[in-house]
C-alpha cells in the first residue's frame, strides 16, 4: 500500500465531520507511541514551553543518572539513547528555543557525568556534533538570544 501525500489528506481531513477526526486521532494515538506523545505535546503542553522545557531537561537529569555502568561502550548506548529521545522532544516542539534549551542541557549534563570522555572518542564525537549543530541552530535565533546562548556555548567549549 503506497501512502498518500501530504496534501491529498489535507484535502480528505478537510471533508471529514469533526466526530470521524476525533476517531482518526484516537486510532493514530493507539497505533504508535510516538504518534500518542505527539499528540500529548500538542494538546496539553504545547501552550506553556517552559513547563515543556523543565519536563524534558529533568527527565534528560534522570536518564543520565541512571547510567551506572563503567564501560564506555554501554556509556556511548545510554547517551544515544538519551540522546534519540532529545531529538525527539525538540521535532514535536519545532522551535528553535526549544532546541537550543534541550541541546545546552543534554551537553551540559553529558560534559558534567563524564569530564573524562576524551577517552572515548565516540562520545567525543557525540558532544562535538551537538554543540556543532548547536551553533547552527543559535544564528536562527534572535540577536539578544544568540548573545546570551553563545555566552553558554562558550562554557561548553571550555
Known amino acids: 500500500m503506497?501512502?498518500?501525500?501530504?496534501?491529498?489528506?489535507?484535502?480528505?481531513?478537510?471533508?471529514?465531520?469533526?466526530?470521524?477526526?476525533?476517531?482518526?486521532?484516537l486510532s493514530l494515538a493507539k497505533f504508535k507511541v510516538e504518534c500518542k506523545e505527539l499528540l500529548t505535546y500538542l494538546l496539553f503542553e504545547a501552550g506553556n514551553e517552559a513547563a515543556y522545557i523543565q519536563e524534558v531537561q529533568d527527565n534528560i537529569t534522570v536518564q543520565f543518572e541512571a547510567i551506572t555502568t563503567p564501560n564506555y561502550y554501554y556509556?556511548?548506548?545510554?547517551?544515544r539513547t538519551i540522546l534519540?529521545?532529545?531529538?525527539?522532544y525538540i521535532r514535536y516542539s519545532k522551535q528553535n528555543e526549544t532546541a537550543v534549551e534541550l541541546l545546552l542541557?543534554?551537553?551540559t549534563e553529558l560534559k558534567r557525568h563524564y569530564p573524562d570522555m576524551k577517552?572515548?572518542?565516540?562520545?567525543?564525537n557525540i558532544y562535538n556534533r551537538q554543540l556543532d549543530?548547536?551553533?547552527?541552530?543559535?544564528?536562527?535565533?534572535h540577536e539578544d538570544l544568540q548573545y546570551d546562548y553563545n555566552?553558554?556555548?562558550k562554557r561548553l567549549f571550555e
Open 2 to 25: 503506497k501512502a498518500a501525500s501530504v496534501k491529498e489528506l489535507k484535502t480528505a481531513l478537510k471533508e471529514c465531520p469533526p466526530k470521524q477526526l476525533i476517531e482518526l486521532c
Open 75 to 79: 556509556i556511548k548506548k545510554s547517551v
Open 84 to 88: 534519540r529521545n532529545v531529538k525527539k
Open 105 to 107: 542541557h543534554f551537553c
Open 119 to 124: 577517552r572515548s572518542t565516540a562520545l567525543l
Open 133 to 141: 549543530i548547536l551553533q547552527k541552530t543559535i544564528t536562527k535565533l
Open 151 to 153: 555566552e553558554e556555548l
